[in-house]
């Protein structure tokens, strides 16, 4: 079976599993948006001072609430060992890695279409003729975070601590991301937004490099 | 025994030759005079952190690959090192800016990314420290390790892109640069001893490490041989019941 | 399909859990695996079932005389022991929040077969669960979930079967149907590894007893003897 098919049927598994219960995206997209709020009594900002900043606090939020939406993604696996049956299958370790990565970027993605729209209303954020652009910002962006995350989300599930560890793990990585997407999520929201193609070509590169490591070093990270 | 007595004398000796350097025999910085003299320690510690993540990052590829313990151990060593180098760059950057600009910090992307640096391989120690089984440890520590290292030149690439406030570099790149060539001498005895202390430290810490693995080795032997020798004798009290 | 342990240790830190296995298990035999907790049961296994490497030592799949003429694709060449071997583990291997259909669904696909509507309901019904195929997992009792953990393992139609305390938690019902269905397999030719550490009827149909301690074997009742001493040895059920 290739690989691809295999992580579809596992990404389908994955899909069912949340949409039965919807909890951890809904914790998600809540906690995001509280992480949006607070910002808000930290500073009361004008409109440039909400273009200046607005990025970065929106990618925050994101960063926050994904490492703590990734930790379930295999220590949902450890209740009955159901990762051993899935090792046990005649498909390859990268599969099972991949039908999560793709799980995690779907529920990512679908935290994110709801709050960018709160956001830009909440801050006075006009998305007008940038919609397509960013939305290719935050599809590079969330790549990014979900493919170190989910690995990591691998790696944390065998430590003791492990809701505080992930975070602690994935957030100094993605820093480069954090930067990357911010400056092209301001570069958007500028008086004449532009799309910056040096940032952007930065995260295509970061998602690039990560996900081959990944690849690699699957082996690895699922075996006993 | 005895030639290890020899190197670590001689390389203490290098380190105080270095300081006297370093402190007297430079010549004066024109705009920063005395406190620019950090520099010469300064830069060396992050050469030495530089050596020793990548010492690292071989490390952990090559436990992956061979499965032996003496590259966790490697690993292990190298980043214990690398950390303290790195330690030691972040208090001398302080000290250094203080006089010179005014203040203790400033969040410009070099010293940003050098920072994230610190946490990330401190993460590494905090990680080994939370995983118990041994062979998890390693590998996963290396796996930790290897995405780590592949973040160095992202980190610092998004640095480059961003602004940053550190003068221009005084050795290499940039307009203007350039070194008095006594400065230049300095700073090699300089960057020559301080990358001796941490190949010291790195060994030192190393050999500590497999001495740690070997001790476990022994535990083990003596355990299997003991339950070896009690299933033997219980086998015997079987038989002579029966 | 025939195993083959060669040498096998397998440490953890420094604890050993198995010193030194050799054992051939040919196509067809059922072997007893007996021993205290703590023995290397679930271990060697474990190993079997490709989920651990040993620290050293080998294992090796012998397919049986007319297995190889089963067609094999080229791209399931690098998974075919894979295919044919299943497990019942000492947790069940089941998604909690997933129905029973749609768990054994998931395995079916995972394991390229066809027809998984059909092949799915039929095990259900096999297993006395079709009533409850819509139910989530979790709302199972432990006897029903043991036997759908059982009847996911035997989906795949695997030549070697792996049992880790198959019995743990089945009624007297389940029992029946588990012991039926182990002489059905054992007819048609499924090698059989079943640990256990206390007496059930499915071990009246073992052709061999291995019993292991402190991580190697004791004893071994061999491919052509008897198990019945050493089976007689275990006590019995609680």
Same mark, same amino acid.
């Given at each position: *079976?290739?690989?691809?098919?295999?992580?579809?049927?596992? @990404?389908?598994?994955?899909?069912?599993?949340?949409?039965?219960?919807?909890?951890?995206?809904?914790?998600?997209?809540?906690?995001?948006?509280?992480?949006?709020?607070?910002?808000?009594?930290?500073?009361?900002?004008?409109?440039?001072?909400?273009?200046?900043?607005?990025?970065?606090?929106?990618?925050?939020?994101?960063?926050?609430?994904?490492?703590?939406?990734?930790?379930?993604?295999?220590?949902?696996?450890?209740?009955?060992?159901?990762?051993?049956?899935?090792? *046990?299958?005649?498909?390859?370790?990268?599969?099972?890695?991949?039908?999560?990565?793709?799980?995690?970027?779907?529920?990512?993605?679908?935290?994110?279409?709801?709050?960018?729209?709160?956001?830009?209303?909440?801050?006075?954020?006009?998305?007008?003729?940038?919609?397509?652009?960013?939305?290719?910002?935050?599809?590079?962006?969330?790549?990014?975070?979900?493919?170190?995350?989910?690995?990591?989300?691998?790696? $944390?599930?065998?430590?003791?601590?492990?809701?505080?560890?992930?975070?602690?793990?994935?957030?100094?990585?993605?820093?480069?991301?954090?930067?990357?997407?911010?400056?092209?999520?301001?570069?958007?929201?500028?008086?004449?937004?532009?799309?910056?193609?040096?940032?952007? +070509?930065?995260?295509?590169?970061?998602?690039?490099?990560?996900?081959?490591?990944?690849?690699?070093?699957?082996?690895?990270?699922?075996?006993? | 025994?005895?030639?290890?007595?020899?190197?670590?004398?001689?390389?203490?000796?290098?380190?105080?030759?270095?300081?006297?350097?370093?402190?007297?025999? +430079?010549?004066?910085?024109?705009?920063?005079?005395?406190?620019?003299?950090?520099?010469?320690?300064?830069?060396?510690?992050?050469?030495?952190?530089?050596?020793?993540?990548?010492?690292?990052?071989?490390?952990?590829?090559?436990?992956?690959?061979?499965?032996?313990? =003496?590259?966790?151990?490697?690993?292990?060593?190298?980043?214990?090192?690398?950390?303290?180098?790195?330690?030691?760059?972040?208090?001398?950057?302080?000290?250094?800016?203080?006089?010179?600009?005014?203040?203790?910090?400033?969040?410009?992307?070099?010293?940003?990314?050098?920072?994230?640096?610190?946490?990330?391989?401190?993460?590494?120690?905090?990680?080994?420290?939370?995983?118990?089984?041994?062979?998890?440890?390693?590998?996963?520590?290396?796996?930790?390790?290897?995405?780590?290292?592949?973040?160095?030149?992202?980190?610092?690439?998004?640095?480059?892109?961003?602004?940053?406030?550190?003068?221009?570099?005084?050795?290499?790149?940039?307009?203007?640069?350039?070194?008095?060539?006594?400065?230049?001498?300095?700073?090699?005895?300089?960057?020559?001893?301080?990358?001796?202390?941490?190949?010291?430290?790195?060994?030192?810490?190393?050999?500590?490490? @497999?001495?740690?693995?070997?001790?476990?080795?022994?535990?083990?032997?003596?355990?299997?041989?003991?339950?070896?020798?009690?299933?033997?004798?219980?086998?015997?009290?079987?038989?002579?019941?029966? | 399909?025939?195993?083959?342990?060669?040498?096998?240790?397998?440490?953890?830190?420094?604890?050993?859990?198995?010193?030194?296995?050799?054992?051939?298990?040919?196509?067809?035999?059922?072997?007893?695996?007996?021993?205290?907790?703590?023995?290397?049961?679930?271990?060697?296994?474990?190993?079997?079932?490709?989920?651990?490497?040993?620290?050293?030592?080998?294992?090796?799949?012998?397919?049986?005389?007319?297995?190889?003429?089963?067609?094999?694709?080229?791209?399931?060449?690098?998974? =075919?022991?894979?295919?044919?071997?299943?497990?019942?583990?000492?947790?069940?291997?089941?998604?909690?929040?997933?129905?029973?259909?749609?768990?054994? $669904?998931?395995?079916?696909?995972?394991?390229?077969?066809?027809?998984?509507?059909?092949?799915?309901?039929?095990?259900?019904?096999?297993?006395?669960?079709?009533?409850?195929?819509?139910?989530?997992?979790?709302?199972?009792?432990?006897?029903?979930?043991?036997? @759908?953990?059982? +009847?996911?393992?035997?989906?795949?139609?695997?030549?070697?079967?792996?049992?880790?305390?198959? +019995?743990?938690?089945?009624?007297?019902?389940?029992?029946?149907?588990? $012991?039926?269905?182990?002489?059905?397999?054992?007819?048609?030719?499924?090698?059989?590894? *079943?640990?256990?550490?206390?007496?059930?009827?499915?071990?009246?149909?073992?052709?061999?007893?291995?019993?292991?301690?402190?991580?190697?074997?004791?004893?071994?009742?061999?491919?052509?003897?008897?198990?019945?001493?050493?089976?007689?040895?275990?006590?019995?059920?609680?």
């Amino acid at each position: *079976m290739t690989t691809a098919r295999a992580a579809g049927i596992l @990404l389908g598994k994955e899909l069912r599993l949340e949409f039965r219960s919807r909890e951890l995206l809904s914790a998600t997209i809540i906690f995001a948006l509280v992480v949006v709020v607070l910002f808000s009594f930290a500073f009361d900002p004008t409109a440039a001072e909400s273009r200046r900043y607005g990025p970065g606090l929106l990618w925050i939020a994101f960063l926050f609430a994904g490492s703590l939406m990734l930790n379930p993604s295999f220590s949902r696996e450890q209740a009955n060992e159901t990762l051993d049956a899935l090792r *046990m299958a005649p498909i390859s370790p990268f599969a099972i890695l991949l039908g999560k990565m793709l799980a995690n970027f779907i529920f990512m993605s679908i935290a994110e279409l709801v709050l960018v729209p709160i956001f830009a209303v909440l801050y006075n954020i006009s998305l007008a003729g940038i919609v397509w652009r960013l939305v290719l910002v935050l599809m590079l962006g969330t790549t990014g975070l979900t493919v170190t995350g989910t690995v990591f989300s691998a790696v $944390s599930a065998h430590a003791r601590m492990r809701e505080l560890l992930l975070p602690l793990l994935l957030l100094p990585i993605l820093t480069p991301l954090l930067i990357a997407s911010v400056e092209s999520t301001a570069s958007l929201f500028q008086e004449q937004p532009a799309l910056d193609r040096t940032w952007v +070509a930065f995260l295509a590169g970061f998602d690039i490099v990560f996900m081959t490591a990944a690849w690699l070093l699957c082996d690895y990270l699922l075996e006993e | 025994m005895k030639a290890r007595l020899g190197i670590t004398i001689v390389i203490a000796a290098l380190i105080f030759l270095a300081g006297y350097a370093a402190l007297f025999v +430079a010549p004066d910085e024109k705009t920063m005079h005395a406190v620019q003299r950090i520099f010469y320690f300064h830069l060396p510690s992050w050469i030495a952190m530089f050596s020793a993540l990548c010492v690292v990052f071989y490390a952990n590829i090559a436990y992956l690959i061979t499965r032996k313990r =003496k590259f966790d151990a490697l690993g292990v060593a190298g980043v214990e090192v690398g950390v303290m180098c790195c330690t030691i760059g972040l208090i001398t950057g302080p000290l250094w800016a203080r006089p010179v600009w005014g203040i203790w910090w400033t969040w410009d992307a070099r010293l940003t990314t050098t920072f994230i640096l610190w946490i990330l391989y401190i993460s590494y120690l905090l990680l080994r420290g939370l995983l118990e089984d041994p062979e998890k440890k390693a590998s996963l520590s290396a796996i930790f390790g290897i995405f780590a290292f592949l973040d160095v030149p992202l980190v610092y690439l998004s640095n480059r892109l961003w602004r940053t406030q550190h003068p221009q570099p005084v050795i290499a790149g940039g307009n203007g640069s350039g070194l008095d060539p006594l400065m230049g001498k300095v700073l090699l005895l300089c960057v020559i001893a301080v990358f001796c202390v941490m190949v010291l430290v790195f060994i030192d810490r190393y050999r500590l490490e @497999l001495l740690r693995n070997e001790c476990d080795e022994l535990r083990f032997e003596i355990e299997s041989r003991s339950a070896q020798a009690s299933s033997l004798a219980a086998s015997f009290a079987g038989e002579v019941n029966e | 399909m025939g195993i083959s342990f060669q040498s096998i240790e397998k440490r953890f830190g420094s604890l050993a859990a198995l010193r030194g296995i050799s054992l051939e298990v040919q196509p067809g035999e059922f072997v007893a695996l007996l021993g205290h907790n703590g023995a290397g049961k679930t271990t060697l296994l474990r190993i079997a079932a490709l989920l651990m490497n040993p620290s050293r030592g080998s294992v090796q799949f012998v397919a049986a005389a007319k297995e190889s003429s089963r067609p094999v694709s080229a791209q399931d060449g690098e998974f =075919k022991p894979k295919h044919a071997i299943g497990m019942v583990a000492h947790s069940t291997l089941l998604y909690d929040e997933l129905t029973a259909a749609e768990n054994l $669904s998931l395995f079916a696909k995972l394991y390229a077969l066809g027809d998984v509507v059909n092949r799915v309901a039929a095990s259900l019904a096999d297993c006395g669960l079709e009533s409850r195929a819509g139910s989530l997992v979790r709302t199972f009792s432990r006897g029903m979930r043991q036997r @759908l953990a059982i +009847a996911r393992a035997l989906l795949h139609g695997p030549a070697l079967l792996l049992l880790d305390e198959p +019995a743990a938690g089945l009624d007297r019902q389940g029992l029946e149907w588990f $012991s039926a269905k182990l002489a059905a397999l054992k007819q048609a030719g499924c090698t059989i590894l *079943m640990s256990t550490h206390a007496r059930n009827e499915s071990l009246d149909l073992a052709t061999r007893a291995v019993a292991l301690a402190g991580g190697s074997v004791q004893h071994d009742s061999g491919t052509a003897g008897d198990p019945r001493p050493l089976l007689a040895a275990l006590r019995a059920e609680p």
